[in-house]
């Protein structure tokens, strides 16, 4: 029998080639997920790990899934504001559980990259395009852009985009639609499922399906008048049913226990300078790290960087493809995304121009928790499809008897996707878990109402010990941490990084940054002191690897006396003074 490239053939192997690129992009951290981390790290990956482990506990122990205690102990964290993918952590559990967190948060990056290329292929090859390579390369560039590869060191919840083509394409077919009140009902479960694992994302989508369909509508304003009737009916139904389904979380989230009402201003600030669009990602073959120092706000969102070559193609196929209904709507969306992206103040180069419009939109409901950077990723997605159809195009004219045109495409090809062809994310290594934790010698210690008190105190800047908490599935409860809360604690204030200010927290934190001891007098340690009793300490654990762990070790013996080594650190136990009444 001969064998045959059938499309169900073809189609697994452009999926298998989305699989292998994705791991190639992860190999290095699949050397060791626990001792290794992009390079360009921030805390991110310990808050994911955190959040991983606490699916767990949602799981195994029916924990309530939108707010916790197990960490900023005792105000806790409002997880619904805080993004904790409950909809792809819950589904790791067993992963989690056999392999631990830091295998389940590389499994996601990898998982969320080829399959956010497998699912724009799947619709775009199904829907949009009849050439299986058009499909193919509108996919790719979905997946392995320079942003999603820059928020693969970070945000597996970013790079989880699955769900949305099949949200966009169902919005596009209730414009049409003989069944809305059906096609309502699907929409309003896959909107469910994207809101768990990415609210922003999933706004992103609305705002993108809005002014994509208003700009077809100014173009062809006859189709209004058969489209509305479904699309009302449609959303009308969608909106009932998710409604529903999410009136509760969100309630938590904006109502509930430490909800906070917009974003920090360092984030809200966060916009694309011009020269990004033209230059490679970091992550790239032809990137540069230090020439995109200044062009992002950080390298987990380089969230435009498409390079000359590529910047040009689309600009030159939206030219070609002018006479397209589809191609201008393309167009407007994108550009007025990009334009957004800029951020209140336009640059270039990191030299401030004017004001951007974004400063008249950033003060509204919902996009006042809007990082507008992020904008770009909507601009990737429009490229992509404009990559797709360009491709279909070029194949079919070469099909005609231009055979020279399919030569052309793949050079253009080429020469536009090399230069932001994906690499490997660079890694660091970081400290293990203490075997005092791993070995569970902390468990004679603390109570169930009670913390462990890791030094440095859990912060922004220091999150190890939120995989030490993960690393147990937060069997253990910790002060501080990683997260957005409101300023001070107090419920419906603007959100911040971090819990209450904590005066033992910013002390130690110092000392470990400058390797200073200081010199503590009765009133401050009398104030330190009733900070351990607010969070119920058990015990205060310094890792022996700790980075200046000898003036940190000084500095917790002014405050609560000497301490003793066990296994792989320092412990002291202080449950009898923070057990006296304040």
């Known amino acids: 029998m001969r064998w045959r490239w059938t499309p169900r053939?073809?189609?697994?192997?452009?999926?298998?080639?989305?699989?292998?690129?994705?791991?190639?992009?992860?190999?290095?951290?699949?050397?060791?997920?626990?001792?290794?981390?992009?390079?360009?790290?921030?805390?991110?990956?310990?808050?994911?790990?955190?959040?991983?482990?606490?699916?767990?506990?949602?799981?195994?122990?029916?924990?309530?899934?939108f707010y916790t205690e197990q960490f900023n102990y005792p105000d806790g964290v409002n997880l619904m504001a805080n993004t904790a993918i409950l909809a792809l952590g819950i589904p790791m559990v067993p992963v989690t559980l056999l392999f631990g967190p830091a295998v389940s948060f590389v499994t996601l990056v990898a998982l969320g990259l080829a399959g956010t290329a497998a699912a724009w292929y799947h619709v775009l090859s199904r829907h949009v395009v009849r050439v299986r390579l058009a499909a193919a390369v509108g996919g790719w560039f979905c997946g392995f852009s320079p942003a999603m590869l820059s928020h693969a060191n970070w945000h597996p919840n970013i790079i989880s985009q699955f769900l949305l083509p099949f949200i966009v394409w169902r919005v596009l077919v209730l414009t049409r639609s003989s069944r809305p009140v059906r096609d309502g009902v699907l929409l309003a479960l896959l909107v469910t499922v994207q809101a768990f694992i990415n609210e922003e994302i999933l706004l992103f989508s609305a705002l993108a399906c809005g002014v994509f369909l208003l700009a077809v509508l100014a173009q062809r304003r006859r189709l209004w008048s058969a489209a509305w009737r479904p699309l009302g009916a449609?959303?009308?139904?969608?909106?009932?049913?998710?409604g529903a389904l999410l009136a509760?979380?969100?309630?938590?989230?904006?109502?509930?226990?430490?909800?906070?009402?917009?974003?920090?201003?360092?984030?809200?600030?966060?916009?694309?300078?011009?020269?990004?669009?033209?230059?490679?990602?970091?992550?790239?073959?032809g990137g540069n790290e230090r020439a995109n120092a200044n062009l992002a706000p950080n390298y987990s969102e380089e969230n435009a960087f498409f390079g000359w070559s590529l910047s040009l193609l689309a600009v030159g196929i939206v030219v070609w493809l002018r006479r397209e209904v589809v191609v201008r709507a393309l167009a407007v969306t994108g550009v007025f995304f990009a334009v957004l992206s800029l951020g209140e103040r336009v640059s270039w180069?990191?030299?401030?121009?004017?004001?951007?419009?974004?400063?008249?939109?950033?003060?509204?409901?919902?996009?006042?928790?809007?990082?507008?950077?992020?904008?770009?990723?909507?601009?990737?997605?429009?490229?992509?499809v404009l990559l797709a159809l360009a491709v279909e195009r070029t194949w079919t004219l070469g099909a005609a008897g231009q055979p020279s045109m399919r030569t052309l495409t793949v050079a253009g090809l080429v020469l536009a996707l090399l230069p932001i062809a994906?690499?490997?994310?660079?890694?660091?290594?970081?400290?293990?878990?203490?075997?005092?934790?791993?070995?569970?010698?902390?468990?004679?210690?603390?109570?169930?109402?009670?913390?462990?008190?890791?030094?440095?105190?859990?912060?922004?800047?220091?999150?190890?010990?939120?995989?030490?908490?993960a690393a147990t599935n937060l069997d253990f409860k910790i002060p501080g941490g990683y997260f957005l809360a409101p300023r001070n604690g107090v419920t419906g204030d603007p959100g911040r990084f971090g819990g209450r200010p904590s005066g033992i927290g910013g002390l130690l934190e110092d000392v470990a940054t400058t390797g200073r001891t200081p010199k503590l007098d009765e009133r401050q340690r009398r104030r330190f002191l009733d900070e351990l009793r607010?969070?119920?300490?058990?015990?205060?654990?310094?890792?022996?690897?700790?980075?200046?762990?000898?003036?940190?070790?000084?500095?917790?013996?002014?405050?609560?006396?000497?301490?003793?080594?066990?296994?792989?650190?320092?412990?002291?136990?202080?449950?009898t003074l923070t057990n006296q009444s304040a």
Request: glycine letters at 6%; aromatic letters at 12%.
């Open 248 to 285: 509760y979380p969100l309630f938590i989230q904006f109502a509930g226990p430490m909800a906070y009402h917009g974003l920090s201003d360092a984030v809200r600030d966060y916009g694309n300078d011009i020269a990004a669009f033209f230059a490679p990602g970091s992550p790239t073959l």
């Open 9 to 65: 053939r073809q189609d697994l192997a452009v999926y298998g080639v989305f699989l292998l690129a994705a791991l190639w992009v992860t190999s290095r951290i699949w050397a060791d997920p626990a001792g290794r981390v992009a390079s360009l790290y921030s805390g991110d990956p310990a808050q994911v790990q955190f959040f991983l482990a606490h699916s767990v506990r949602v799981v195994l122990h029916g924990e309530f899934p």
């Open 349 to 384: 180069w990191d030299r401030d121009l004017f004001t951007g419009p974004w400063d008249l939109l950033v003060r509204l409901p919902l996009l006042d928790a809007v990082v507008p950077t992020r904008f770009g990723l909507i601009t990737t997605v429009v490229i992509s």
């Open 422 to 469: 994906p690499l490997p994310l660079k890694v660091t290594t970081r400290p293990a878990v203490p075997a005092f934790i791993t070995a569970d010698r902390w468990r004679s210690y603390v109570g169930p109402d009670q913390t462990l008190v890791p030094v440095p105190v859990p912060s922004m800047a220091n999150t190890h010990a939120m995989r030490w908490a």
């Open 234 to 242: 449609g959303l009308a139904v969608c909106a009932l049913l998710a």
């Open 534 to 575: 607010h969070w119920r300490a058990a015990i205060v654990v310094l890792p022996l690897r700790q980075q200046n762990a000898e003036p940190l070790r000084r500095t917790v013996e002014q405050l609560v006396g000497p301490g003793r080594q066990e296994l792989d650190v320092w412990v002291w136990d202080v449950r």
